[in-house]
C-alpha cells in the first residue's frame, strides 16, 4: 500500500484509537498491531527528517540549541527572515515523500465480523460501533469494496 509519510503518524493513532474501542479477536489485534508499528517507525523516520530540518533552518544560541519564540525548550521555534520559507518547503517535501508499506489495505471485514464470520457485537448483541472521527481518519487505509470504488469513480454503487 502507498501513502504520504506526513500521515503516518495520524494513521498509527487511529488504528490505536480503534484497538482500544473495539475487544477484537487475536488475528485482527495482530494484523492492525502489525500494521500500527510499521506506521509508527515511519513516522519515527519522519520526524527525525522533520527536525533536521527545523534544525537546519531555525535560529540557534551560542551553543547551537534550537531558539523558540517563548524561550521554552519545546516551544515554537524562531527562525529569521525567509528562513521559515525554506522550513516550510522542505517540510513539504518531507511530508509529501512517497511510501510503499509492506502491507495491504485492511479489509473492511477484519474490523466488523469475527473470524468465523460473525459480526462483532457489544454486551447486548447489537453490532459494535466506533466514532467517526476514528473511522475518518482510518478510511485511507481501508481496503476498498466495489460499491465505493464505484461511487469514487463516478458510477452509481450496486
Known amino acids: 500500500m502507498k501513502g504520504l509519510a506526513g500521515n503516518s503518524g495520524e494513521w498509527a493513532a487511529a488504528i490505536a484509537g480503534f484497538m482500544n474501542e473495539i475487544p477484537l479477536?487475536?488475528?485482527a489485534c495482530l494484523k492492525l498491531g502489525d500494521i500500527a508499528e510499521e506506521l509508527g517507525k515511519t513516522f519515527k523516520l519522519f520526524e527525525?527528517?522533520?527536525m533536521e530540518a527545523l534544525h537546519e533552518w531555525c535560529k540557534k544560541d551560542k551553543d547551537g540549541k534550537m531558539v523558540t519564540t517563548n524561550g521554552k525548550e519545546n516551544g515554537p521555534a524562531d527562525f529569521e527572515d525567509g528562513a521559515q520559507d525554506e522550513y516550510a518547503k522542505?517540510?513539504?517535501l518531507i511530508a509529501n515523500e512517497d511510501i510503499e508499506y509492506k502491507f495491504d489495505p485492511i479489509p473492511i471485514k477484519l474490523l466488523t465480523h469475527r473470524a468465523s464470520g460473525k459480526p462483532?457485537?457489544?454486551?447486548d448483541g447489537e453490532p459494535v460501533?466506533?466514532?467517526p472521527s476514528i473511522m475518518m481518519r482510518m478510511k485511507p487505509l481501508l481496503e476498498k469494496d466495489k460499491a465505493t470504488k464505484k461511487e469514487t469513480e463516478g458510477g452509481e454503487s450496486e
Open 120 to 123: 462483532y457485537v457489544d454486551k
Open 129 to 131: 460501533t466506533v466514532l
Open 90 to 92: 522542505a517540510f513539504s
Open 25 to 27: 479477536e487475536i488475528n
Open 48 to 50: 527525525g527528517k522533520r
